[in-house]
Each structure stands twice: as C-alpha cells, then as structure tokens.
C-alpha cells in the first residue's frame, strides 16, 4: 500500500475521499495549513488538533537552513520533533530557492543557491530534496522540480517542464532507494486513535509517498504533456505546481481543468499554493483533492480575517466598539469568546495574541470551508457552496 | 461585605486565605499575571484558565490610553471587553507615569505627562485614576500614589509619603462616592460556576475594592508610619508599594517585615511588582498574601524560562537536541509535549510560537509555585519550599 486512497463519495468531478498515511487519515478534499519551520505560525499544536487540522505542510528549504535536517533526523523526524503525530507533507524547496530569485541560480544539476539567512552557498538537487525530506519524515514527499516564472515564452516554459521531468525521474529513483530510512519508519508510527479514525486500522504505508509535479507554464498543450508524461513515471498521487504566480483566475482554473483531465482519477490530486476561499471550493468543485497556502496564516498576521460575510480588515475604526464576532456564522473558539473589537485592540496595540486568534480563527474559516465541502459532496450538491462562495471574495 | 477575605489555614505568619469577589474566589497567596493592554501578552484566555489563574492584573496607563476607558466602560467593563469572568486588579496608573521620568511632572493635584504613543498630554489626579478604574471595572482598584525614586534621601522620601497619604484620602473619597458606577455593577457579575467556587454563594461583593498603598522609600520608621497613617484610613486591603526598584534583595525583605508588623492581620497584603520564584515565596511565608510581576511573561518573550533547575536560557546551543521537557518536574501542557530543542529552534527562529509557548510554561511555573505554598501551608510546613526555592537562584 503505498498510500491508500478510497473516494467514498462524487459529485460531478468532486470527490469525497481519504487518504490513509501512516499519521492518519487525510479526509480530502483538504485544505493543508502551512507550518513553514515545523508550526503554523503563532498556533500551538494543540489547538490545529482541536480545529480538525489532519495534515499540514512543511518547507523543506527553511528547515533545511534551520534547525537543519540532519538535527531534525536525529531527534526522530518533524513529527516528533514539532509534537504533530498526524500527517505531515513537505514541498521540494524548489519553489522556495526559485523565489531567491538574486541568489540562486539553476543547472541541469540542480539549483545553487545562497541561504537568506547568512549568505552561504548550497546546492538543491532532485537526490538532495529527497534526502531531505526522508531525513524529515514527511509522509508525502513532493518531487523537485522546477517553478516556472511567470511570464514565460513557450519555449523557456517547455524546457523548463522538460526539466521538471527529468528531475522528477531522478527524484523517483532515489526516493524509491531510499524511502525506508524516514526516522518513523523503525517504530509503529500510527496511533490507536489515528488507526481507529482510518477505517481500515491494518492498511496504512509504512513509508512515506513521493507525488510528481505538473508544470508546463500557462500553456495548455504544454500542461497536457507534463501531465501525460509525469503519470507515465508512474507516482501515487500528482501536484499541479507553477500556479497562482501571477496569471487571472480563468488562466488558472483553465490550466487545472487541462491537466485533471489527464490525472488518473483513482489518485489524489493536489493544486499547489492557492487560494482564496472562493477558490479552494471552486477547485474541489472541479476534483482536486489538497490545496495549500499561507493566505489564511500570512493574512491574519496583517489583520485580514475570512468570515462569511467577506473579508474584512480588523485595524478599521469601524470595528472599534463591534460587539459581534468575527464572523457570526463561525463557530470557532475565536468568534465564541471575543469581540471585534477585542480583536482590534489587539491588533493596534500591537499585542502577540492578535496574531494567535486572527490566525486561529483564519484557520478554522478555511478548513470549515472544506468541511462544508465534504459535507456538500455527500448530499450530492455542490451548487449551494458554489454560489455562496461569490460573498466571499 | 466590602472584600469577603477569609483565613482558612496558617503557618507561621503565613496564610492560606480566600478573597471573594464579584468576579469569582480568589485563593491566596496569590500571584496574579500581568494583562498590560487587556490581554496577558501572547497567552489566550482560555489557557489562563486552565493554569488555574483566578485573578490577572490590568494596567490603567496603557489602557487609559489605548483603547481608552470610556470605550472600554461602554463595551460594559474590560471583564466583557476581555472576555474574562473571573477577577481583575487595576493598579492606578500612578507606577507607569513616574516611569516615564522625560514626560511628567507631578504636582499636588496629580501628575500630569505625556503619552508615549502620541506625545499628547494628560493629566492623572487621584479622583481621575479612580474614574477611570471604575470605568475599567476592576474588582480591586488601586489608590494613586507616588512611587518613590530610588535612592532617595530622607526628607525627599517622607515628603513623598505625605503626598501619598494625601492622595489616599482624595482616592477613598472619590471611590467611595462613585465605586457602585461599575460597568458590571447593573447585572449579577458572578456566573454560577464562579459562585460555586466561592464557597459562600451569597457573599460577594456588589461593589469594588479599594486598596491603599505604603510608601516610605528604605527607610523604616517611614514605612512604619505610612503603614500606621494608611491604615488610619481604613482600607479593604493595602499594598506595599516602591519596592524591587534596584534596592538590595535583604533591604526589599527588611521593608516589607516592618510593614507587614502593622498591616492588619484580617486584610490581604499585597506586594507590588515582585519577584523572582525564591522571592515570591519567601514573601507569601512572611504573610503576604497577593504579588504580581512581568518577570515571568516578559523574560519568556526573551526565552528565559525558569524550572526547577534554575533558570535556563532556551536559546543556548546545549538545548539545540535536548528532548527534555523545558522543566522535567513540571506538568504544563508545553512541558508535556515539546522538548527543549523544539523550544529553542522557536526562539532562534523568531518564531511567534515561541512567545505563546514560553510564556505558558512560565505562568504554569509562577502558578504552581504559589500551589505548592498554599498546600505547604495546609500541611503546616513551608520549610521544604523555603529550603527548596534556594535551588530557585
């Protein structure tokens, strides 16, 4: 079993589904927090517990700088390391040293690069990514490829695929080598309450999953044939990446559309790096499984909270003297004990805890959209969430 | 019943004493954590109250300035405005405005500076302190008093004390007139858990608190007689102010001995601005009753954490792979799931995790520390902590 996978209900394109890891079972479709340095900023463990949190994701390029792998592997891998025994993803690090954009540079090898924190020299290559994310012991391992700019000409975006695709075979050959040396994979990984919650308490990997990555620019032909050939290789599960870089809405919802047509549908698909809420619920709608991003947590650090009422910027006066919650729908622990203009005092002042409930609430919003989602795929109507989710941009 | 205050237990001159107020028991001796701006910085509610903290301090300068009191008394008090049900301690802005040495000026009528937000001027007198503490709402109100500079020669030390003493009397007639305007004063304050824990449901108070403050700088027969004038008073409770402004440890000791001689016995004591864990306890085994410090809360946002093997400083490369618990003894929810490396990768990461973290365990250490005395003196024997908190150093 390399990473089981049951839709257990469609709706059109959407899918309700899970994946069993070896930390759980990942209910999708899914929307992942990022905890960039092993935590989602300013939350404690507990309380992502509490919001229903089954996955979240790390970044191999930070850890890697620090507190570093090898430390990390010694202490017995990011799960036991941050305290988080449910599913843990990392990206390749590849979007991240691309996004270095002064300080890197990219060779057939792989991508030289200069660390933001002290300026010293280091190298990313597919073999490197993987040792690195088996040393963190995610239970998905994402290939490293290339993240095309945007804009691109054709012809840089097709070499640049070209790349991806080579790299992806390279990530896939040393993964498969070495796999079994996640920290995890010594020791039963799995908790009772984690096996119970999975259904099928024997059938859970015992290593993790490697997913490929889809690139290909804003070009539809250039998509169909990244996608055509990284399922060729053969992973459990496929990303698109190279997405929400700049380009509208229609191109990036064009783009998915291309490449879900060719993804096999009995894998789980994953749309990297997006979105807004209205977003992540279009998206499911078409068939995607897992989405990330920093919006939910990067946008309450700057007082931008996500209620259904829309969004709303808490440092406004007009919230001054709101005696209302957050958001009235929401029945985070957030909006059940303060005020908006608790919120905003908070936020003025300049106080740590604006950062702690902006974000836990955020949180909740999001991963209540996905459960909503879920829900909606069962009753066979997605159609309510679909038109509902215009209120929210 | 102005502030029910009862002695259930003694040792020595220490006391195991209940305080009821409107706002919930409060069990003592106590150390009440600081909530500057309305919020224990980093910590959310409702972890405070899982620590088990019956009574948090709120400070009437920076409240006063932001979001400012008649705001704070139309949202119905800072309990509502907070959220937090049980009691609260205001001090009287006075500590805060002679800390600002460049921006004020004290003069008979009060003391009149400059914020350090804005550089606006304001004026705070003895009946404005207690305006606006009752329009904070607090269950213990402060008296506006003059702390002390130190050193400070004798008759700059006395004249200071006679102004305090002025002042009391303008604080006592001004809350007295005005102290049933409370923002919580109108409805039933005590919520039936709240009741419950007090023992005597029926008892609490209506109404808040005033306590008066001794003054005196280092000298003795000053503290005596501002002891014995404040008293004359006739105060609910009284504090012993001026005190850890850089004087020696065994000078802090010697004033509080000489006061405590002629507090009343029937009434809490309590100790402004202190102290180390050692201290603290050393206080409440001579019979001081209430003591509150930004040590805990602010040296954990510098990552000094304090245990029972002294304090340790969590950013030490030596702690970079420790998969030790912060505190071996202790049994806080962060002590019970992360390790010290996770800790300092936090710290040295900037990460805002590191604040909530370190702060709870903190808290948890100060709270259970005060635990340990209350029990000790159940047990009729403070000589294992007194012995104990050496270690402490």
Not at 294 to 313: D, K, M, Q, W
Not at 366 to 379: E, F, G, K
């Amino acid at each position: 079993m390399t990473l089981p996978f049951t839709i257990e209900s469609q709706t059109g394109p959407a899918r309700l589904a899970r994946i069993s890891t070896a930390h759980g079972p990942v209910e999708t479709p899914s929307f992942m927090p990022v905890g960039t340095a092993g935590t989602v900023k300013a939350v404690p463990q507990g309380i992502l517990e509490d919001l229903g949190a089954q996955i979240i994701l790390g970044n191999t390029y930070h850890l890697y700088l620090r507190p570093g792998h090898e430390l990390v592997r010694n202490l017995g891998g990011l799960h036991k390391f941050m305290s988080w025994d449910r599913a843990l993803l990392t990206d390749s690090g590849g979007f991240q040293v691309f996004s270095l954009s002064e300080l890197r540079k990219v060779k057939e090898e792989g991508v030289s690069f200069r660390s933001h924190l002290d300026g010293t020299s280091h190298l990313f290559t597919p073999e490197r990514s993987m040792e690195i994310q088996i040393a963190l012991g995610a239970d998905i391992v994402m290939a490293f490829d290339e993240c095309t700019e945007h804009p691109a000409e054709r012809e840089r975006a097709r070499a640049s695929m070209e790349m991806t695709l080579r790299w992806a075979k390279r990530s896939k050959d040393y993964f498969e080598a070495h796999k079994h040396e996640v920290p995890w994979n010594s020791v039963p990984a799995l908790s009772a309450e984690n096996a119970e919650g999975m259904g099928h308490p024997t059938a859970y990997p015992t290593a993790p999953a490697l997913f490929g990555i889809i690139q290909g620019g804003m070009y539809p032909d250039l998509r169909r044939e990244s996608a055509e050939r990284t399922v060729e290789l053969d992973f459990p599960g496929y990303a698109i990446g190279g997405l929400s870089v700049g380009e509208s809405r229609a191109k990036t919802m064009e783009m998915i559309a291309v490449v879900l047509e060719i993804l096999p549908k009995d894998k789980p698909r994953y749309v990297m790096g997006v979105g807004y809420p209205e977003e992540i619920v279009q998206y499911a709608a078409m068939g995607v499984d897992m989405m990330d991003c920093v919006l939910p947590t990067r946008a309450a650090r700057h007082g931008l909270l996500f209620t259904s009422e829309g969004r709303i910027n808490i440092k406004n006066a007009r919230y001054a003297q709101d005696q209302g919650p957050a958001d009235p729908k929401c029945a985070c622990r957030v909006c059940a004990r303060y005020t908006r203009a608790y919120l905003r005092h908070l936020f003025v002042s300049a106080e740590p805890l604006a950062g702690v409930l902006n974000t836990v609430h955020n949180l909740a919003y999001y991963l209540d959209t996905m459960r909503s989602v879920r829900h909606a795929i069962t009753l066979g109507d997605l159609s309510g969430m679909l038109s509902g989710s215009v209120s929210l941009t």
